[in-house]
């Protein structure tokens, strides 16, 4: 399986962006799929992941604005970023296939990223 990202981009602070994950195959039952974010000179960490059925979870730093979904049907990942701040400009990775927000190294499938940049 494939994973791309698309979406990323420039945005000023208190905009808003939708990145987008595609599968070279069926994400329909598969394990939590999620996005994460490495920023420089930090860890990775999670974002948000939603489980195979649609039981979302988020890091406590995004809840409310930041909305992961799912399309079955166009094997697509999604994830709605508003009200952006400084702190959000990173590196966003697409990830499936894991057990959960916290366990990121249990992801066997990424893709190669999205730059995300708020000023």
């Known amino acids: 399986v494939q994973l791309v990202e698309s979406g990323g981009g420039s945005v000023q602070a208190g905009g808003s962006l939708r990145l987008s994950c595609a599968s070279s195959?069926?994400?329909?039952?598969?394990?939590?799929m999620g996005w994460f974010r490495h920023a420089p000179g930090k860890e990775r960490e999670g974002v948000a992941v939603i489980d195979s059925d649609g039981t979302t979870n988020y890091a406590d730093s995004v809840k409310g604005p930041f909305t992961i979904s799912k399309d079955n049907a166009k094997n697509t990942l999604y994830l709605q970023m508003n009200s952006l701040k400084s702190e959000d400009t990173a590196m966003y990775y697409c990830?499936?296939?894991?057990?959960?927000?916290?366990?990121?190294?249990?992801?066997?499938?990424w893709g190669q990223g999205t730059q995300v940049t708020v000023s």
């Open positions: 990830a499936a296939n894991g057990l959960g927000l916290r366990y990121i190294r249990s992801f066997g499938w």
């Open positions: 195959g069926s994400i329909y039952g598969t394990l939590c």
